[in-house]
Every structure is written in C-alpha cells, then in structure tokens.
C-alpha cells in the first residue's frame, strides 16, 4: 500500500519521505529510513526533545521542500517522537508557538493496525503504555482515521485442523520444520518458516533444542563484559560487581553471554548495520561460516535475499538500562531465530509460523501479530498446553481497549 501511495506523490511530483519505527519495516518502503535516522529523533526521547536538525543544512533544507511524510508502525513510536518532530518542523518551516500549524503544515501520513502490539515501555504498567502512545499526544487531536478492510498478506482464506500431540516442542518444530534434518541448510527451506512464543525464555529453550538436534560442530561465542565508567551513574561501589555476574544479567535489546551457532543456523540482527545493504534490526540470515572473530552469514529476508555479509562483534548497551548502572557487552549483535518472540516477529512475513503458547500473551496486540504473520492461513499452526503438557484449545487474548476508543 505505501509504495503503491509513494509512487503516487512522486507521479504528481510531490516530495515524499517514507520512514517506519524500525527497521525491518522501513526495508518494506521504497527509499525507506527509520524515524530516528532519518529525522534525527534523540535517544532517549523527552517530553521537551527536538530533533536534531541544523537550520542551515541540506537535511533541513529537505524537510522544508517535503510535502508528504509517511510514517509507517507509528503506534510502535513514543509519543514524544512525534511531538518532538512537530517542534522542529514548526522550527524550520517558521512557525513557532501554539499558533503554528501541525508538523509546520506537512502532510504526515501514519500508517498501522491498533490491534498489533503497542510500542515497549520498560518496566511500564498498562496505564503507562497507553499514555505514552501516540493517541495520548497533542498530535492524535489533528489526526484524521482512515480504515483499510482488505488483509493483504493473507492470500488464501482455507481452513486448518490443528493436531494432537505428545511433546510439546517436538510437535510444534515437527509442523514448523518438517524434514529438519534434510534441509537444514538450505536458505528457501529456512526463510519463510519460525516458531513464535511469547516469552525470551521459551524462544530459548527452541532453540537450543533445535541447535542440538541438527548436525555439525557448535562454536560457542562468549561476551566481554563491563560497566560504563563514563556514565553518570556509576560509583566505585560497582567495581565489586564481577564478571560473572555482569555475564547473567539479561535485558531487552542485548545478546546473551553466550552464542552457540553451527553453520546452517538461521540468525536475526538485533541491530541496524547497514540499512542500504539490508541489514536491520530485525533482518533474517543463515551462518555459512563461524569465524574466531567475525561471521559470514546470507540473508533470507527482505529486499536482499542472497547477499552475503560478515557480522563483527560491537560493544552494546540496552537504550534505557533496567539496572542502577549501565552495562556494555561486547559480543556478535545476533540472536538464534528458528524461534522467535512475537514482538520480534513484527513485520515479518512468513510462509509458516508455529504459535506456541504454554503461556498465554501478556501485551496488547500479541496474539493478533502472531496470527496475522502468515500469507497463507493454512501454514498457520497454534499449539496450547498447560501446565502438565495437557492439550488446550482456547487461550487468553490481551486487549487494551481504551486504545480503539481514541479511534471512534
């Protein structure tokens, strides 16, 4: 639909700027950047944020010609992204205060289903995700809805009977996988197929169950780890934090400690590397060769399917640290993905997905983004147990309601 609209503005001459709120989905618009890159959104985003954009530069020379921007995934995006790029277009198109026009008179375009899974707020309630989206900020007052009735992804409506079964993991990488051990290897075997959970925990467990089930030699990549001493919040008191410590803390948007791959395993990127080349946070590849201090990896997702890359291990740190302390690990910006969590599955579009549930979904929008991750509704399978592995057939679904009241 973007690139069907883009092509449209550019028909009638119109500049246009497509971006989305992250970086596989940016991959899915033509010319596409993510916001942050493109309008040079701060991280971390404040209520009082501007972007950082010099009036006498070609960039902002850019923005004062745009006439359209599209943003894509924008519920995904804080609030104060929005609000901090409407500052700095009223800034550079010269309209300042409260009298200026919206984004300085831009048409922006956002673009997203409100049932799909909201941004993520660190440690946040329910209540706090709502008021950091975007139908809580000034901006949604001069939003007009626009609804879209035709599901583009899903191509073939047939119906699925779902299976019993006797282990639960076997039985969902047996539907996701069938012929594991014979095809492995192959990229087309492996790129439009993942088992989605709910939490990093299960993922987890996949995948290490997957890894040793396959054939050839594991390597196992350790992360370096330490404490920034630049930060402003670190003391010597962290000095006697050690380094086994340090190597089990886990958070969102890091590595683990530990790496183990073998050459065939499916990897996706955890963050963006080279956005011209294909390589976002997000972007699926396929090890060809495990090196010491590098590895070489094809991709099987998005635009640039059959390129080969050689990924470096980088020094990383989480956006907002959930800990007193910062935390820098050093280790290769890739994660196992025969299984993936839903929220990382967001704008994935694949051909068969394994849904496994021994745990119901905790967000908003989670169980829709799995379920609607599929072009064919026949290469959907769902499996739910409980407790003691006992076959379910129903499972909690989490609705924020109040969400779609801003939409009415």
Not at 80 to 87: G, T
Not at 255 to 263: A, E, F, G, S
Not at 281 to 290: A, D, F, P, S
């Amino acid at each position: 639909m973007w690139r069907t609209l883009s092509s449209a503005l550019r028909s009638e001459r119109k500049i246009c700027i497509t971006v989305a709120s992250s970086g596989i989905a940016s991959l899915l618009l033509p010319g596409g950047r993510t916001a942050h890159s493109k309008f040079k959104i701060p991280v971390p985003t404040l209520d009082n944020s501007t972007c950082n954009i010099d009036k006498n530069t070609e960039h902002a020379q850019l923005l004062q010609a745009t006439d359209v921007i599209i943003w894509d995934e924008a519920p995904m995006a804080h609030k104060n992204c929005f609000e901090a790029l409407d500052k700095t277009l009223k800034d550079l198109m010269n309209q300042n205060g409260r009298s200026g026009r919206i984004f300085g008179g831009k048409v922006v375009v956002f673009g997203r289903d409100f049932r799909h899974i909201l941004l993520v707020v660190p440690r946040a309630s329910r209540s706090d995700i709502v008021h950091a989206s975007i139908f809580s900020s000034y901006v949604w007052d001069h939003c007009k809805v626009l609804t879209l009735t035709r599901n583009m992804r899903l191509r073939n409506d047939k119906g699925n009977k779902n299976s019993h079964f006797e282990d639960p993991i076997q039985a969902i990488i047996e539907s996701t996988y069938p012929n594991l051990l014979q095809n492995h290897t192959r990229p087309d075997y492996l790129q439009g197929k993942a088992i989605l959970a709910s939490t990093i925990e299960v993922v987890d467990k996949i995948n290490h169950y997957i890894l040793n089930l396959i054939p050839g030699e594991e390597k196992e990549y350790l992360s370096f780890d330490e404490i920034d001493k630049t930060d402003a919040t670190y003391t010597e008191a962290y000095e006697v934090l050690t380094p086994k410590f340090l190597s089990n803390l886990r958070t969102f948007g890091l590595p683990n400690h530990i790496l183990k791959l073998k050459v065939g395993t499916p990897i996706m990127l955890m963050r963006n590397l080279d956005q011209s080349q294909g390589l976002c946070n997000g972007t699926r590849l396929i090890v060809t060769r495990l090196a010491n201090h590098v590895i070489e990896a094809r991709i099987i997702s998005g635009k640039n399917i059959g390129n080969l890359f050689y990924i470096p291990r980088m020094s990383m740190s989480p956006s907002e640290s959930p800990w007193p302390f910062k935390l820098i690990r050093r280790q290769f910006p890739i994660i196992v993905s025969y299984a993936m969590t839903i929220n990382k599955s967001q704008g994935q579009s694949l051909d068969t997905v394994g849904l496994y549930l021994p745990t119901p979904v905790f967000s908003h929008g989670q169980l829709y983004v799995a379920i609607s991750r599929v072009t064919n509704k026949n290469g959907l399978k769902i499996l739910i147990h409980d407790n003691d592995n006992v076959p379910l057939s129903t499972t909690t679904n989490v609705v924020y309601k109040e969400v779609f009241q801003s939409l009415c």
